[in-house]
């Protein structure tokens, strides 16, 4: 496979550099206003400046649609005066109810968390899966009644210290790989997606 060239752009957040102080720490130091930092941005070599929504526009609840227009247009035009673009990554005003004419939690859980979350889930669903179904100790010490044995310890007991049965183990490991295979291929798009989710952006 030919090797295609490959253009790597990169954002920064206006948080990134000089805000005062530390996370939940007092002032350390004067804080940056907006314009110091995109010109440290196009110095950098950055291609982009990534925004929540209420980084481009302070205390976005308590104004009104036009002021947030207003002021949010005005950073979009220093960023492209700048030469960059405008990145929007999650929003952390989506959950608020006053963005989405005055959801209920629920629907808000429902109708947002849930759909962003789907990726990341099937994948924690799917690795968890993993252990707990090819769990053998824990099994095997606690559960002594053979009406309740797993599989994996039903397929031990084909191997013993004089004898190994190696067909009928071969022939359980394929019965115990297929609802797993099964699962996974099911699953496989929000699979790759949450394992992918965050990684680096290249055309």
Do not use: C
């Not at 308590?62 to 220093?78: D, G, N, W, Y």
């Amino acid at each position: 496979m030919p090797d295609v060239p490959t253009t790597y752009r990169f954002s920064i957040g206006p948080w990134n550099i000089s805000e005062g102080r530390d996370p939940y720490g007092p002032e350390t130091r004067p804080a940056k206003d907006f314009a110091w930092k995109l010109e440290q941005f196009k110095k950098g070599g950055f291609d982009a400046v990534m925004f929540h929504d209420d980084d481009v526009v302070p205390d976005i609840d308590s104004k009104s649609r036009q002021q947030v227009l207003k002021e949010a247009k005005q950073v979009r035009k220093m960023v492209e005066d700048a030469g960059m673009f405008v990145e929007l990554v999650a929003p952390r005003l989506w959950v608020s109810s006053a963005t989405i004419d005055g959801a209920s939690s629920w629907a808000v859980f429902r109708r947002i968390v849930v759909p962003l979350s789907a990726a990341p889930l099937v994948t924690l669903a799917v690795v968890n899966l993993l252990w707990v179904w090819n769990e053998l100790l824990i099994a095997l010490v606690f559960l002594q009644d053979d009406s309740k044995k797993t599989l994996m310890v039903g397929i031990t007991g084909f191997q013993s210290r004089y004898n190994l049965n190696v067909p009928a183990i071969m022939a359980g490991l394929t019965l115990a790989t297929l609802p797993i295979v099964t699962f996974y291929l099911f699953g496989q798009r929000f699979f790759v997606k949450g394992l992918i989710s965050g990684a680096a952006k290249g055309e």
